[in-house]
T-cell receptor, first 116, second 113 residues
Framework: DTGVSQDPRHKITKRGQNVTFRCDPI?????LYWYRQTLGQGPEFLTY????????KSRLLSDRFSAERPKGSFSTLEIQRTEQGDSAMYLC??????????????FGSGTRLTVV | AQSVAQPEDQVNVAEGNPLTVKCTYS??????LFWYVQYPNRGLQFLLK??????LVKGSYGFEAEFNKSQTSFHLKKPSALVSDSALYFC???????????FGDGTTLTVKP
């Protein structure tokens, strides 16, 4: 296993366009998380899955954001009608259960979104 | 609500000197506490965690952290800093009844030769 993979690494899009990001977690991990990170801030929680079930979604997440994890494997995060304020690094992480019994979260390298 | 604070945006130390990166957390249930490190253009990497037991926990690259329940702190330490320790460090808290970890805003550690 090569860790958590995110694709693409960088995405530049025009305001109003839709974008979709993909995350492939560690195969043994049943939990998958999406976080957003902006300059000078720590990772901000967006949503998480346990297997294929989306268990929590941040109240900060508008209706333009949607995430899926079909079959409990890879996950996609879609942003519709992008706005300049969506520009950020989108991080995916996975863990075995809550991460407390193992080595916490394993993070991918992130997808950097720039909305112009 | 769970929260964590890192009061210092930046910490500067000379190589060979001891370093401390501070973290405090809000009290709500039983916290699991973590430190992660982020190098430029890399994802966050797990350093160490406190779950229960000995208040002093040891992790990767010679780092250790001390859990202090009365002060609600979990400071990251290293006896002798290396230039290669220069990076962005994040403290995170996970409560057993919550589903996800909450991260601090990070502290940039710079170790000068």
């Amino acid at each position: 296993d090569t860790g958590v993979s995110q694709d693409p690494r960088h995405k530049i899009t025009k305001r109003g366009q839709n974008v979709t990001f993909r995350c492939d977690p560690i195969s043994e991990h049943n939990r998958l998380y999406w976080y957003r990170q902006t300059l000078g801030q720590g990772p901000e929680f967006l949503t998480y899955f346990q297997n294929e079930a989306q268990l929590e979604k941040s109240r900060l997440l508008s209706d333009r954001f949607s995430a899926e994890r079909p079959k409990g494997s890879f996950s996609t995060l879609e942003i519709q009608r992008t706005e300049q304020g969506d520009s950020a690094m989108y991080l995916c992480a996975s863990s075995l259960n809550s991460g407390g019994s193992g080595y916490g979260y394993t993070f991918g390298s992130g997808t950097r979104l720039t909305v112009v | 609500a769970q929260s964590v604070a890192q009061p210092e945006d930046q910490v500067n130390v000379a190589e060979g000197n001891p370093l401390t990166v501070k973290c405090t957390y809000s009290v709500s249930g039983n916290p699991y506490l973590f430190w992660y490190v982020q190098y430029p253009n890399r994802g966050l990497q797990f350093l160490l965690k406190y779950i229960t037991g000995d208040n002093l926990v040891k992790g990767s690259y010679g780092f250790e952290a001390e859990f202090n329940k009365s002060q609600t702190s979990f400071h990251l330490k290293k006896p002798s800093a290396l230039v290669s320790d220069s990076a962005l460090y994040f403290c995170a808290v996970l409560y057993t009844n919550a589903g996800k970890s909450t991260f601090g805003d990070g502290t940039t550690l710079t170790v000068k030769p």
